[in-house]
């Protein structure tokens, strides 16, 4: 089946502007997780939606971050005012979450969304 | 709180050789999930290998296996006979069996040379 797909590949703001990522899961998938990479860095957690409890956002940098679900399945990672110390390629990833026995699923990652902010 | 710490910014290794990548980890949990990650150039992040903390046994996928030694919190990935392919930033990340959060060190950038 289809794995997850992020838009845009590629995206190029100016200072100030606001900018949508968008993430669409593997359909099922009820765990979705957004993370952000710098060059040269490794994978910071942004932030983590389950089902229909209440996201985990305290990877969140700053109150120009934030990040919708819709219906369980879509997602929108939305930074307003952007900063140039936002460019950064942004990655999304979903799983099954917590599965039978306790065991929880690896994640599988879209090919990222690289924004510049100049 | 959770750290991963992989040491080795870039490594390189000749086409049908073998290389092992570090990584450790510090945590107070006793039950937690290891996985190693590969990122090539296309950027997709994708599943190499997974260890549970509660197996002894060393997991194994085809050319990559683990050395995952529990108490000196280690879970090394060591890659046989290496493939032009397997050039690509691979991350080592960690998670508690009761939480959510997945925890990736720095990355090791790693070079196959024909």
């Known amino acids: 089946g289809a794995g997850v797909s992020q838009s845009p590949s590629n995206k190029v703001t100016e200072k100030g502007k606001d900018v949508e990522l968008r993430c669409d899961p593997i359909?099922?998938?009820?765990?979705l997780y957004w993370y952000r990479q710098s060059l040269g860095q490794g994978l910071e957690f942004l932030i983590y939606?389950?089902?229909?409890?209440?996201?985990?956002k305290s990877g969140l940098p700053s109150d120009r971050f934030s990040a919708e679900r819709t219906g369980g399945s879509v997602s929108t990672l939305t930074i307003q005012r952007t900063q140039q110390e936002d460019s950064a390629v942004y990655l999304c990833?979903?799983?099954?979450?917590?599965?039978?026995?306790?065991?929880?699923?690896?994640?599988?990652f879209g090919n990222g969304t690289r924004l510049t902010v100049t | 709180a959770q750290t991963v710490t992989q040491s080795q910014p870039e490594m390189s290794v000749q086409e049908a050789e073998t290389v092992t990548l570090s990584c450790t980890y510090d945590t107070s949990e006793n039950n937690y999930y290891l996985f190693w990650y590969k990122q090539p150039p296309s950027r997709q992040m994708i599943l190499v290998i997974r260890?549970?903390?509660?197996?002894?046994q060393n997991a194994t996928e085809n050319r990559f296996s683990v050395n995952f030694q529990k108490a000196a919190k280690s879970f090394s990935l060591k890659i046989s006979d290496s493939q032009l392919g397997d050039t690509a930033m691979y991350f080592c990340?960690?998670?508690?069996?009761?939480?959510?959060?997945?925890?990736f060190g720095t990355g090791t950038s790693l070079t196959v040379i024909p």
């Open positions: 990833a979903s799983s099954l979450g917590l599965g039978t026995g306790g065991r929880h699923s690896p994640l599988h």
């Open positions: 939606f389950q089902g229909n409890s209440a996201p985990d």
């Open positions: 359909s099922g998938h009820t765990a």
């Open positions: 260890q549970e903390a509660y197996k002894q």
């Open positions: 990340a960690f998670m508690k069996n009761t939480g959510n959060q997945f925890y």
